[in-house]
């Protein structure tokens, strides 16, 4: 199924858990890890050649997180996983940054 390109699927974020787990950045900025609840929608526009398998389509999965600005929070906006989540969600594999 892979052509060689990088893969990334998307979803929309249906809920935010915010853990208490905090850390500052560099900045002095405070960073709380979140758990989004994403439903997959399909691929992200770079790789519009992908289909989408029908059993991951609305699939929910949890996403893990640093959010530090409101926007960060909001429901309902579009999040993409990184091509080593993707791979992890297609191969059916549980990793720390994305489970079901």
């Known amino acids: 199924m892979s052509t060689g390109r990088i893969r990334k699927l998307q979803g929309i974020v249906e809920a935010v858990e915010c853990t208490g787990e905090k850390v500052k950045d560099d900045e002095g900025l405070e960073w709380e890890k979140v758990v989004y609840t994403v439903r997959i929608t399909g691929f992200s526009k770079r790789t519009p050649d992908?289909?989408?398998?029908?059993h991951l389509r609305d699939m929910r999965v949890k996403l893990v997180r640093y959010a530090c600005f409101d926007w960060h929070?909001?429901?309902?906006?579009?999040?993409t996983l990184e091509p080593d989540e993707t791979e992890a969600v297609l191969?059916?594999?549980?990793?720390?940054?994305v489970y079901w």
């Open 50 to 54: 992908e289909k989408l398998p029908e």
């Open 73 to 79: 929070f909001k429901i309902g906006v579009r999040k």
């Open 91 to 97: 191969n059916g594999v549980k990793i720390d940054t």
